[in-house]
């Protein structure tokens, strides 16, 4: 059974550049959450993605954005790409049945230069 | 911004020694939950803790909850090297993201 797997593990983009982050999901979750975790600190809830839309969102500008396919899978796109956006950025599957433990990806790491 | 803050930010112990941990956190809470990442990886789950719950154990893991002071402690005891990684507490109220603390990195000297 394949948890959560993530691509790309690493990328490399200049300031201003775009970006998509993808994300699929442990078998049998429906719900898909992005964090983004800067060095040395804990992971930031950017949103929360069920039923192909997002269902809640934390504090992160429009840059930010997502998408959920039918198949559960979903992306994270950020658009003109700052210095602080390098981080590494955390995708978590569960269960909309379940309210309880995230099961995460190994992450992406992005390198903004 | 971070929810809670845990305590010590760093921590280094000999094998076979207790580590505690401490996590404060600001809102109420529906439960709170502790999480392990290795360098630069994934978090897997620890355990998980309901706001109606006052303390749970799960093999050498020992987790309390004290709501009116907003705060838990994890408990690893006979700790291993392989324990080396940062512990993160996270929260979840009302909505469904959790909320993260700023981790405590655990060493552990063999």
């Known amino acids: 059974d394949a948890g959560v797997t993530q691509s790309p593990t690493h990328l490399i983009k200049t300031r201003g550049q775009q970006v998509t982050l993808r994300c699929s999901p442990k078998?049998?979750?429906?719900?898909v959450s992005w964090y983004q975790q800067a060095l040395g600190q804990g992971p930031q809830f950017i949103f929360q993605y069920y039923e192909e839309e997002e269902r809640q969102r934390g504090n992160f500008p429009d840059r930010f954005s997502g998408h959920q396919f039918p198949n559960y899978s979903s992306e994270l796109n950020v658009n003109a790409l700052l210095l602080g956006d390098s981080a590494l950025y955390l995708c978590a599957s569960s269960s909309d049945r379940v309210t309880g433990e995230l099961f995460f990806g190994e992450g992406s790491r992005l390198t903004v230069l | 911004s971070q929810q809670g803050e845990e305590d010590p930010q760093a921590l280094s112990i000999q094998e076979g020694e207790n580590a505690t941990m401490n996590c404060s956190y600001k809102t109420s809470i529906n439960n709170l939950q502790w999480y392990r990442q290795n360098s630069g990886r994934g978090l897997v789950h620890l355990i998980l803790i309901r706001s109606n719950e006052r303390e749970k154990h799960s093999g050498r893991l020992r987790v309390t909850l004290d709501t009116s002071k907003k705060s838990s402690s994890l408990l690893i005891t006979a700790s291993r090297a392989a324990d080396t990684a940062s512990y993160f507490c996270a929260t979840s109220g009302g909505g469904r993201a959790l909320t993260f603390g700023s981790g405590t990195r655990l060493q552990v000297q063999p």
């Open positions: 078998s049998g979750h429906d719900t």
